[in-house]
């Protein structure tokens, strides 16, 4: 089986418990893994992850039952590529977790957080450019989901050989992860809970961007029937950014407010209550000219911190390759949109705003990004990319995936995701077109209660 090796339990550096308001004892853990797994002895890597337990004041603590020290674990797999967790009680999910039984440890994935994290500065200390792409090549599923069996098998050292597996919460990429885990290393997972993550199963991007510029554009028309008046408004912005250029107004990140960049603002339209939100920053950018003639500081503030690519590098570099086995993306969404000119600029009708998709010129618009342009262009033509699923496994696969997928999901096309759902054996979905990706942390107790459901057996 491709992908497939044995991985040694991480090496524990610290473990340090508090007790948090709302009744939560939190572990900061450290662990030690290899950089790369092909070449353990090449160096390694520190990760960081914090779990979360019930903090419990028992009348005799010496009394306390032994095996609730062993409580069965649930790993949560963040969205991305590239963001790190929050602490635990940020989680709206974590306590019900908890009082279904089992303890949570949430990782910051290789490369964020404080998991050895990757910026342009700390990029910059692993030598000349070349070397630098390589490096950013080890960040990617198939090395994430290693990273996750070196630390089960050291936090369940002790445990009985029964309880040595874990089950896993994978949202949007975390899911993508949680398949590559399926594929390779099924013998240390008790179940899958998967949230907007049911990844396509292909070989390269092209056909991905194909299918989410469509739903992009639905978005688009839904957001202009919502907001008729934002039509001028919109294209009066995008003119005066058009006539000042590219680099013309600073945003107080000291990025670049393109015209291009503004649209990318559309990014929002995937998330419950991001189509209002879009509408609030264009209501006051165009509030803006009417009275002043520019944008303001507060307006251009607001439209900065909207969209961050500049603090989760790793999201605009990877992006793309997180598709990819065996292929190069060369820039797939740049290529792509040339088949929809619903998203040229220099339209009479309504200007489209684009959606999660990553461009070659964002590395002139974004301040840190710029830092990295060479390093983006080396691994947007690196075509040795390893396997990050195996149909063969998943088509046997005896571990339980309960997954929740949604028909107007803007990030992870629907129709790949009934394909994947079906060439996993027994995986359940909980279907619905009332929700969208961001659905676990807006509509928690919805997601929580039908993906319960679909584990319990309960649906007629």
């Given amino acids: 089986m491709a992908g497939r090796m044995a991985i040694n339990e991480a090496k524990i550096v610290e473990q340090k418990t ?5 009744k939560l004892k939190i572990t900061e853990h450290f662990f030690d893994v290899p950089k790369d797994y092909s070449k353990p002895s090449a160096g390694t890597l ?13 009348a005799d603590p010496e009394e306390e039952d032994e095996k609730k020290k062993q409580l069965p ?26 009082d279904k039984g089992y303890q949570m440890l949430y990782l910051d994935q290789r490369g964020t957080g404080l998991s050895t994290p990757i910026s342009a500065s700390t990029l910059g200390l692993r030598g000349d450019n070349p070397v630098q792409a390589n490096y950013l090549k080890l960040f990617r599923a198939d090395s994430i989901i290693k990273d996750c069996e070196a630390i089960r098998k050291a936090l369940t050292a002790g445990y009985p050989k029964a309880k040595q597996k874990w089950s896993i919460m994978g949202q949007s990429f975390g899911g993508f992860c949680s398949i590559t885990y399926l594929s390779f290393f099924p013998e240390g997972l008790k179940e899958a809970f998967l949230c907007g993550g049911l990844q396509p199963l292909v070989k390269g991007p092209d056909e991905v961007y194909r299918r989410l510029y469509k ?10 029937r919502k907001y008729p008046e934002d039509v001028e408004r919109v294209r009066s912005i995008v003119k005066l950014l058009q006539r000042f250029g590219y680099r013309t107004v600073r945003l107080p990140s000291e990025g670049s407010l393109s015209a291009r960049r503004f649209q990318q603002l559309g990014l929002m339209f995937g998330a419950h209550g991001g189509i209002d939100s879009l509408h609030e920053i264009v209501l006051r950018a165009s509030t803006d000219l009417e009275l002043f003639g520019h944008i303001t500081r507060q307006t251009l503030a607001s439209i900065d911190g909207a969209i961050d690519f500049d603090s989760n590098i790793l999201y605009s570099i990877l992006h793309e390759p997180i598709y990819c086995q065996g292929t190069a993306p ?18 009479d009708g309504p200007v489209f705003f684009t959606g999660e998709m990553i461009y070659p010129w964002m590395f002139d618009d974004y301040s840190e990004l710029r830092k990295l342009k060479d390093q983006a262009e080396l691994v947007a033509r690196t075509s040795d990319w390893p396997a990050l699923f195996d149909e063969e496994q998943l088509a046997k696969n005896e571990v339980p995936v309960y997954a929740a997928t949604y028909m107007e999901d803007m990030y992870v096309d629907f129709n790949f995701a009934q394909e994947t759902a079906a060439n996993i054996k027994g995986c359940k979905t909980f279907v619905t077109n009332a929700l969208y990706h961001d659905a676990v942390r807006s509509k928690v107790d919805e997601v929580m209660k039908q993906l319960f459901a679909l584990r319990d057996d309960t649906i007629d």
Avoid at 217 to 223: A, G, K, L, P, V
Wanted: proline share 8%; charged share 20%; aromatic share 16%.
């Fill in 330 to 347: 060369n820039w797939s969404a740049h290529r792509i949109r040339k088949e929809f000119p619903q998203f040229d600029l220099d339209t």
């Fill in 73 to 98: 674990w649930l790993l949560y797999l963040q969205g991305g590529p590239g963001f790190e967790c929050r602490s635990p009680q940020a989680y709206p999910w974590t306590n019900t977790m908890l």
């Fill in 215 to 224: 739903k992009v554009i639905q978005r688009n028309e839904s957001y202009y």
């Fill in 46 to 58: 520190r990760l960081f992850a914090r779990s979360a337990r019930k903090a419990e004041n028992p």
């Fill in 18 to 22: 508090h007790v948090v308001p709302g």
